[in-house]
């Protein structure tokens, strides 16, 4: 997500830190870089040029920050800038003030709107609220069946009608979810054109019958410019209160995300950052401006760390740390909890300083496969007391794992450092040291 921006700022910047003072020429030199890097990012021209007419004025009226060189002054400002045109803060979804809220699901087909309503429907349901949704889609074929299963992956119920009046389905759904006392429901409405005046009724009347909370509009990131005018259409007609951004792991550029609020007014609510149930993130502006320029995003990392990592095992290792027992069994433990955060590219990313160290680089998940599979072919005794482990146990293990010797003795001195290290921490005053992530 946004890498190719993030690559052509940092670079522009670069340029910037080379300079002892802030001047109106190599301001201007700076900017026209961070220009071209937002046209190419496919950033709508207006929003472009608005943006950096706005950073200019602020660079050139400023003197620079003590302790801040010429390109941190103009990174600084580039950041605040970010963060207004991205909307300048988290949009929560709405909640009714007597159950249930209703959340409307509108967009394109192919948009991934049935998806967007199961990862929605998940989310929702962590929090402890009964989801239902709502199977209104009566044009696609198989569509309710295909949202059916959806809602069975992440353990939430459907409500199905086989009649092709979409507004009656999805006022039926509505009074359903009343009666049988559910917190949220979700209308999974047709894909359809914006510009199909027809089909642009039918959401019209929905709206007008069922009055939902939440009008959000699913758009394909990947279309840059393109999800941006559906935005605008859409909006004319209905009104939205917020769009979803899906696919935006395979999106490199992120022109849609830094064009939408500017351009339609909608603040993005979420984006979705590939294809698992929980693969779905909330738009944090200052958050999102940071990761464009390579800064990372911590809040981001502890709140996935905090859905998988069970605090009483985490308060558990910290103590094995601290008495430096900690063991082969421990890492692997450890290893497993940050493969469900996601790949570990994105994790890194989110480490301050890391992600525009990434750049060019490739970061191969499958190694921690090989890893896991290694410890996996150890005794347990093996994996407490890795110093046991002889020649002979090495050939067996690596024949166990399919791995090489090679790369049994590599993982065997890694961890040796490990401990090293967690040792030195242990004199320095390990006894106030804590696990807040899964490392």
């Known amino acids: 997500m946004f890498e190719d921006l993030s690559q052509k700022l940092e670079g522009a910047f670069k340029k910037l830190r080379g300079r002892g003072v802030l001047t109106p020429e190599n301001i201007k030199e700076g900017l026209r870089e961070v220009r071209r890097a937002l046209l190419e990012a496919d950033v709508n021209f207006k929003v472009a040029k608005d943006f950096i007419k706005r950073v200019e004025e602020k660079a050139s009226g400023q003197e620079v920050l003590k302790g801040l060189n010429p390109g941190q002054q103009v990174v600084k400002i580039v950041h605040e800038e970010l963060v207004g045109l991205l909307g300048g803060e988290l949009v ?25 309503c199961g990862k929605l429907a998940q989310r929702i349901k962590k929090s402890g609220r009964r989801v239902l949704l709502v199977a209104a889609d009566v044009y696609r074929p198989a569509a309710m069946d295909q949202l059916k299963v959806v809602g069975e992956g ?35 409405t047709a894909g359809r054109l914006h510009i199909d005046d027809e089909l642009m009724g039918e959401l019209q009347q929905i709206e007008s019958d069922v009055k939902p909370h939440e009008t959000l509009l699913v758009v394909d990131g990947l279309t840059g410019q393109d999800a941006v005018n559906v935005a605008e259409s859409f909006n004319e007609k209905l009104g939205l209160t917020g769009a979803v951004l899906t696919k935006m792991d395979g999106d490199a550029r992120g022109g849609a995300a830094l064009s939408m609020r500017h351009v339609t007014g909608v603040p993005i609510k979420f984006v979705g950052v590939g294809e698992k149930s929980d693969a779905l993130e909330e738009f944090h502006p200052d958050r999102m401006a940071s990761r464009i320029l390579g800064m990372g995003d911590v809040l981001t990392l502890v709140e996935k760390a905090q859905e998988v990592v069970d605090q009483d095992e985490a308060m558990k290792m910290a103590e094995k740390l601290r008495k430096q027992q900690f063991s082969l069994e421990d890492f692997l433990t450890q290893m497993q909890q940050i493969k469900k955060m996601g790949p570990l590219e994105d994790i890194l990313k989110m480490i301050p300083g890391v992600g525009n160290k990434l750049s060019g680089m490739s970061i191969d998940d499958k190694a ?45 001195k ?13 004199k320095r005053g390990g006894k106030g040291m804590k696990l807040p992530l899964p490392f």
Request: charged share 25%; glycine share 10%.
């Open 368 to 412: 921690m496969g090989r890893i896991e599979a290694i410890i996996q072919s150890m005794t347990r005794g093996e994996r407490e007391t890795p110093t046991i482990i002889n020649g002979s146990r090495r050939k067996r293990i690596a024949r166990g794992s399919g791995t090489s010797i090679q790369e049994v003795n590599q993982l065997l």
């Open 92 to 116: 929560p979804l709405a909640k009714a003030d007597s159950p249930p809220t209703v959340l409307m699901v509108v967009g394109l087909q192919g948009a991934g709107k049935t998806t967007l």
């Open 154 to 188: 992440v353990g939430v119920e459907v409500f199905i009608q086989r009649i092709d009046d979409a507004v009656k389905i999805c006022r039926a759904g509505v009074e359903e979810a009343n009666n049988r006392g559910f917190d949220v429901v979700i209308l999974d």
């Open 414 to 426: 890694q961890f040796r450092d490990a401990q090293k290290m967690m040792k030195m921490l242990g």
